[in-house]
């Protein structure tokens, strides 16, 4: 029997390219994100017939929902992709805005990864990957509250990952932590990247290969990787003023 993908965020970027990578290595999907017309599109070009979820997902009990309507299905992958980011000065940015990117990035990703993780856990087996950026490695200034969104996300995929190879668990949870890609974040968040994008693909194929060798934290690229290494190297208070230049420079 084919194993199930559940992947939210599944219309665009990255989650539409690991949809695209699991369909093609024999997984079942169920797609899952607001653009219903984004997902037939997607599914029109899959080789399996996936299952198409069109609804905002955002919040605890519509994660609670998707749970509702999924979980039946026996998932065996849960891939957590869904999610925007905010930028500007901490004071200037919308607040709405924001409470609607934590409810996504934050409330959704923890919501979904506890309950299937439940039900990972007593079938020990099971994988689930959090789609983080490299902004989980320093401070955020201009994008505080995104990069803070993907501390937490790093921060919780590690300690749960250090949980369940302390049970002796087969399960594993890994957090994706890419540098820019090149999607529609930077025109939902109202940036562009002053350095080149990886292209989603890439990072897709290789977000996959090291989720299924077990790794915890992902980081494509040999530029992001030193990158994250440098950060825990210096003070945070440099890497705060190394990430308000770059954030700068994103203004459009």
Known sequence: MAKKALITGASSGIGRDIARILDAQG?????????EDRLQALAENLIGNPIIIAMDISGSENAKKLYDMTSKHEIDVLINNA?????GGFTATDT??????LRIDVE???VLMKLFLRDFTKRNSGKILNVASAAAFAPGPY???????????????????HELRSDGSKVTVSALCPG????EFNSVAGVHFS??????KYVAEYAVKRMNCGDTVIIPGTTTKAAALLAK?????LAAAVTAKIQKNKSH
């Open 96 to 101: 709405d805005r924001e409470m609607d990117m």
């Open 143 to 161: 994008m505080a509250a995104y990069y803070s969104c993907k501390a937490y996300m790093l921060r919780l995929t590690q300690s749960v990952a």
């Open 83 to 87: 999610g925007f980011g905010v930028w």
């Open 233 to 237: 190297l210096v003070p945070s208070s």
């Open 195 to 200: 350095m080149k994008p990886l292209s989603s």
């Open 180 to 183: 820019p890609v090149s999607t």
């Open 27 to 35: 997984y079942d999907l169920i797609l899952v994100a607001r653009r």
């Open 108 to 110: 959704t990703m923890h």
